[in-house]
């Protein structure tokens, strides 16, 4: 099963997309420790396996913007201002709010 789920595809467009998330909870000012390379590598893998169960063998947008609060908020460390004002999963998805969604562009079809 293992096997399976790793080759689910990530299609450009959508490491972009993650890549673009990680690099927000770098920028924050409510997260003083935004999420690491192996968080973002257990993430990709995350939404690997997500595809997978739900009978589909590539990631979609969607996929990120329902698993990353989940995956993504425990790995932070929230700044003093953040942790005043919102909880990290409240953080995750003001990020995904900001974060463009790629337009499907035939991505599926790679």
């Keep these: ?22 690099l927000e909870t770098r ?6 420790v935004g999420v690491s390379p192996r968080g973002t590598l257990a993430f990709m893998r995350a939404l690997q396996a997500y595809s997978w169960l739900n009978g589909r063998d590539y990631v979609i947008p969607e996929d ?11 790995r932070l ?4 201002e953040g942790e005043l004002r919102k909880t990290q999963i409240q953080v ?5 709010d ?3 969604v ?9």
């Design 92 to 96: 995750v998805t003001d990020i995904l």
């Design 64 to 74: 990120c913007k329902k698993l990353a609060p989940f995956i993504l908020a425990h």
């Design 77 to 80: 460390v929230l700044s003093m």
């Design 27 to 32: 920028k924050s000012k409510n997260i003083e």
């Design 1 to 22: 099963m293992q096997k399976m789920i790793k080759e689910v595809r990530l299609s450009e467009e959508i490491e972009e997309y993650i890549l673009r998330i990680i």
């Design 98 to 100: 900001v974060v463009e």
């Design 102 to 110: 790629p337009v499907e562009s035939g991505a599926v079809n790679q």
